[in-house]
Antibody, heavy 119, light 107 residues
Framework: QVQLQESGPGLVKPSQTLSLTCTVSGGSINSGGYYWSWIRQHPGKGLEWIGY???????YYNPSLKSRASISRDTSKNQFSLKLSSVTAADTAVYYC???????????WGQGTMVTVSS | ELVLTQSPGTLSLSPGERATLSCRAS???????LAWYRQRPGQAPRLLIY???SRATGIPDRFSGSGSGTDFTLTISRLEPEDFAVYYC?????????FGQGSKVEI
């Protein structure tokens, strides 16, 4: 079955760029009909959708992030990645990658990775 | 932006009891785009219900969803130990997803 696994630095300095990668196994990110998203959860708080990339390479983002987010993919590695620029302490969160299909609900999630923004 | 408000914030129940959780939207939500998740401590959310009332793969029938428009409900008919967790509703509209703030079901 399809599995997702996040990876990346657990500590990022303020004003720098946060970079995370999601590796997909058991399926291809080129599969039609699926969207690949990043979602975050601030400590002890709710969930915030960041953005997605589709198998065509098109992407869409949460307007609240004010163009700081960028999602790309590497089809040769079956991975998709998140870059979040100009981070502050408010970007400290657990970051999840997730998949959704035509039901517009996230049916598969990675285990999540904690990212702390601190000098 | 469409806001989802969940209630109650915390529900204290015993195993075997029935739990009823509410999700109210600030404007009408297309039922096809309303989902529910369960999140246990230290774990990722797990999809329970999509399309307001359809159970996701592998989800037992003690979980049911209902509602339309601005009011949606998740019902757990008989609480199992693993159901003591936080539950989130989620909607999709305007090319974006938003989640409710969560409801905690505690023993």
């Amino acid at each position: 079955q399809v599995q997702l696994q996040e990876s990346g630095p657990g500590l990022v300095k303020p004003s720098q760029t946060l970079s995370l990668t999601c590796t997909v196994s058991g399926g291809s990110i080129n599969s039609g009909g699926y969207y690949w998203s990043w979602i975050r959860q601030h400590p002890g708080k709710g969930l915030e959708w960041i953005g997605y990339i589709y198998n065509t390479g098109s992407s869409y983002y949460n307007p609240s992030l004010k163009s700081r987010a960028s999602i790309s993919r590497d089809t040769s590695k079956n991975q998709f990645s998140l870059k979040l620029s100009s981070v502050t302490a408010a970007d400290t969160a657990v970051y999840y990658c997730a998949r959704h299909g035509s039901m517009y609900a996230f049916d598969i999630w990675g285990q999540g990775t904690m990212v702390t923004v601190s000098s | 932006e469409l806001v989802l408000t969940q209630s109650p914030g915390t529900l204290s129940l015993s195993p075997g009891e029935r739990a009823t959780l509410s999700c109210r939207a600030s404007q009408s939500v297309r039922s096809s785009y309303l989902a529910w998740y369960r999140q246990r401590p230290g774990q990722a959310p797990r999809l329970l219900i999509y399309g307001a009332s359809s159970r996701a793969t592998g989800i037992p029938d003690r979980f049911s969803g209902s509602g339309s428009g601005t009011d949606f409900t998740l019902t757990i008919s008989r609480l199992e130990p693993e159901d003591f967790a936080v539950y989130y509703c989620q909607q999709y509209s305007g090319s974006a997803w938003t989640f409710g703030q969560g409801s905690k079901v505690e023993i």
